[in-house]
Structures are given as C-alpha cells and as structure tokens.
C-alpha cells in the first residue's frame, strides 16, 4: 500500500470497457485493481485478469455490498475486498477467507464499526458531498489510529489535499482513463506520484 496506494477502480457498463482498462491500468503501473459487481460479467472479468496480471498485481473485486457477492469474490480468488457499505457479512465472509478487507463507511460510528469488525483498511465514502478533505481530516482527529482510504468520486490533483488530510491509500476510477492508452499511462503515473507524497 506504501508504494502502491492507488487503488485503480474499474466501474464501467461494459465487460469490453472495462477488460480495456484493467488492461491499460496494468500496462501503466497499477497493482491495486478493483473490479466492482456493476461490471457485467464482473466475476469472470475478475476471473481473467487474476490469470493474466503478473505476480505483483492484486486484483480485487468491488461494490461488494452483501455475504453472496463476498462469496462470489471469494470463490473467485479475489484478493481482496471492496465494500462502499459497513457488512457485517461481508466482513465475517472476508476475514473467514484470509482476504484483505475494506469496508465502507462515512461517519465516527461507522468508522469505528469497520474496524471492530475487522476492516485492514476504511474506506470513507462518499467524501466530496460532505466536504472532501476537511472532512476527512476531522474524523481524522479522534480517529488517527484507523488507516482511510479516500474515495467517492475526486480528481486527480486533488490527491494531495486527501494525503495531507490523513488518507494513505485513494480509490479512483473515471480520472484515471485518458483518450488512450498513453494519456491513461500519464494520468495513473501522475496520480501515483501524488498519492506518495511527490511534487503537486
């Protein structure tokens, strides 16, 4: 997570769209690969590419929201576990099968929930309606001791504010994608760089 805090998300409404950029991901440096449930055929995409990525890449499934989608990313091989949501069920499935876990929430409560059920990392979602980095370094204060994932839908060069606001890994998808597949290498090279603390 320390070298490689992008988690890279693959939610599009195609299996062909989104096979594209697991592929040009891949291609530009990604080990962090989460394919959501809302990908058609999202199982056997995830299938795939856990065939084809080299050993250093995790592959992971996302929008897992209930104990049959954790099944299905478990069964799968998944190596690890995406919710946008605070599962008690998926959390027992995860943890049952040894798979990294990550587990959605947004306020204290939930924060503290995740955790106690065994959450390796929060994802705070939705972060940029209730007020993007400020908030997140506000739960931050009392809660440091919790490792956050930033997601919910933010930009690229807004990466530095959600670092200096506590979060060591960020979860993006969409800004991640250029016109092909040299501008998406730029795009995942410079959101690397940020999310490790390089030049903004």
């Known amino acids: 997570m320390a070298s490689h805090p992008v988690m890279a998300v693959v939610r599009t409404g195609t299996t062909e769209e989104a096979r594209s950029q697991c592929e040009q991901f891949l291609a530009a440096g990604i080990r962090l690969l989460e394919i959501t449930f809302s990908v058609p055929d999202a199982v056997e995409l995830t299938r795939e590419m856990l065939r084809e990525a080299p050993p250093e890449v995790h592959v992971g499934m996302g929008t897992v929201t209930d104990a049959a989608r954790a099944e299905q990313a478990v069964a799968v091989g998944a190596a690890f576990v995406v919710s946008p949501n605070c599962s008690p069920d998926v959390a027992r499935i995860a943890r049952g099968a040894s798979r ?59 990466i530095p504010e959600y670092r200096e606001a506590g979060a060591i890994a960020f979860g993006i998808g969409a800004p991640l994608v250029g016109e092909d597949a040299d501008a998406t290498r730029r795009r995942v090279q410079r959101a690397l760089a940020l999310a490790r603390g390089g030049e903004a």
């Not at 939705?126 to 204060?141: E, I, M």
């Open 100 to 158: 990294y876990l990550v587990l959605g929430s947004l306020t204290p409560t939930e924060i503290v929930h995740a955790r106690e059920l065994g959450a390796d990392l929060v994802k705070v979602y939705p972060l940029p309606p209730v007020g993007g980095p400020r908030y997140l370094a506000t739960v931050r204060g009392p809660l440091s001791d919790i490792p956050m994932l930033a997601g919910g839908g933010f930009g690229i060069e807004e």
